[in-house]
């Protein structure tokens, strides 16, 4: 492989874990703050027990994204030098907040976890909102960043420099309020239904049932109203892609021909040598009609455009039937937990947690998915039809040797979480028993 190809696993592997660690710290706050709530509210100790297991996640996964994160910080620079040199100054605002709102997290974060009897209670709970908010602060603002990638503005290209600057311009791009939406109901329907499913799990075995249940309501119901709202960000972003992107559409589709009243493919298998999809399920008119609200609406394949200006179709195609797919099921297994509300019946059967124990790995996997439909879909682009991606990467060779560094440090900081989060469930049930 060349030095590219490795530049771009690194980042994809890097940013594939990160995303994980990132979007938890920044949605578990919100459950320790409803729990801290029922706590001084009730007084049970039941919620007392719940918020502290819950701050202890809280500050493993801020520790473990401010690792990761840092780490692809220096990636940028060390990876794709020429796009920092051009880029740096647009998207400079965003990151600079970024860091501030981070700031205040970690300020906020060691208020709440060493506030307990020393800070005035309604003051010690203020502080958890805190961490909340300046959590998904952040997860905007570094979403802002990516969406100029994806619309860029706020500059004008002269001989080759990026010139005339308008970093405010360039924050509120075209794409921000959409992408940043999506990401984040993404990480609340991914975190809530991962949380709520580690919960249901231990309901299963018995372990502390009363516990387990109201943290299982607490973040279902995130993740639930998150997974029933995503369809609506989604036909934002679909509708965005389609007038900016439209090449990431075809891909998302695979489909190779214009056509007016085109159908919509549900999944198939992709022939990029026939330019075809066989094994699809074809609704008529659907694409056009999700994309620019009209059945009869002109939609462009990819023979529209220069080969070289594809990106890889198969993968974006298999990745957004996935993110879709999996988002499809959240949404309805949403609606079942809150039509068990009135269905309380359903509570005493195994099979309603089963359900939910086995679906707590998939609001990560349509999340990984997203991202893939995202970037991979962008290619050959680093910068949307301003820079190309071979064009940005260091000259510099050996990539490979970092590569293979990344992947054991990320790979020793994944399996050190795991290990914390078991030792965090059983002195849960230890200590409630």
């Known amino acids: 492989m060349e030095n590219l190809d490795f530049a771009r696993l690194q980042m994809a592997f890097t940013l594939g874990f990160h995303i994980i660690f990132a979007c938890i710290g920044m949605v578990m706050p919100f459950f320790m703050i409803i729990s801290h709530k029922k706590w001084l509210n009730t007084r049970k100790e039941v919620y007392l027990n719940l918020t502290k297991a819950w701050q202890r996640g809280v500050a493993i996964f801020f520790v473990t994204g401010a690792v990761s994160g840092t780490a692809l910080s220096f990636e ?6 020429e796009f920092m040199k051009h880029a740096g100054p647009v998207i400079g605002m965003p990151f600079s907040l970024e860091g501030a709102a981070f700031f205040v997290e970690a300020i906020a974060l060691g208020f709440y976890l060493y506030g307990w009897n020393k800070l005035p209670e309604r003051f010690h709970w203020f502080t958890g909102i805190i961490i909340g908010i300046s959590g998904v602060l952040s997860g905007i603002l570094v979403v802002s960043a990516n969406a100029w990638m994806n619309s860029p503005a706020g500059f004008e290209v002269v001989n080759g420099e990026f010139v005339n600057i308008d970093p405010v311009a360039a924050f509120f791009n075209a794409a ?3 992408q940043a939406l999506h990401m984040t109901l ?17 309901i299963l075995r018995n372990k502390r049932p009363e516990l387990h249940k109201e943290a299982f309501k607490i973040a279902l119901f995130f993740g639930a109203v998150a997974a029933i709202l995503q369809p609506i960000s989604g ?36 022939d990029e040598e026939n330019q075809e999809v066989n094994g699809k399920i074809e609704i008529p008119k659907a694409l056009s009609f999700l994309a620019f609200g ?36 959240m949404m309805l297994a949403g609606i079942l937990f809150f039509i068990s509300f009135r269905k309380k019946s359903w509570l005493d059967k195994r099979s309603f947690w089963w359900l939910f124990a086995l679906m707590s790995p998939l609001g990560f996997l349509a999340l990984e998915a997203g991202w893939v439909v995202t970037e991979v879909g962008r290619q050959p682009w680093i910068v949307y039809q301003v820079m190309r991606t071979s064009e940005a990467v260091t000259p510099m060779p050996g990539l490979q040797f970092s590569f293979y560094l990344y992947v ?18 059983r002195v849960l049930n230890q200590t409630t028993e």
């Open 294 to 329: 009209d059945f009869d609406a002109e939609v462009q394949g990819l023979n529209d455009f220069p080969k070289e200006d594809h990106p890889p179709v198969s993968i974006v195609h298999y990745a957004f039937q996935v993110m879709v797919g999996i988002g499809t099921l």
């Open 235 to 270: 036909d934002l972003s679909a509708k965005d892609v389609a007038k900016r992107q439209p090449v990431k559409l075809a891909a998302m589709e695979a489909h190779y021909e214009t056509e007016a009243g085109a159908p919509l493919f549900i999944g198939g298998i992709v």
């Open 186 to 202: 993404a990480a609340f329907a991914a975190t809530g239904f991962a949380v709520a499913g580690i919960h249901a799990f231990q």
């Open 176 to 178: 921000w309020l959409s």
């Open 76 to 81: 940028l620079g060390m990876l794709w030098p």
């Open 408 to 425: 054991v440090v990320y790979l020793i900081l994944a399996i050190t979480v795991f290990w914390l989060m078991q030792r965090q469930i």
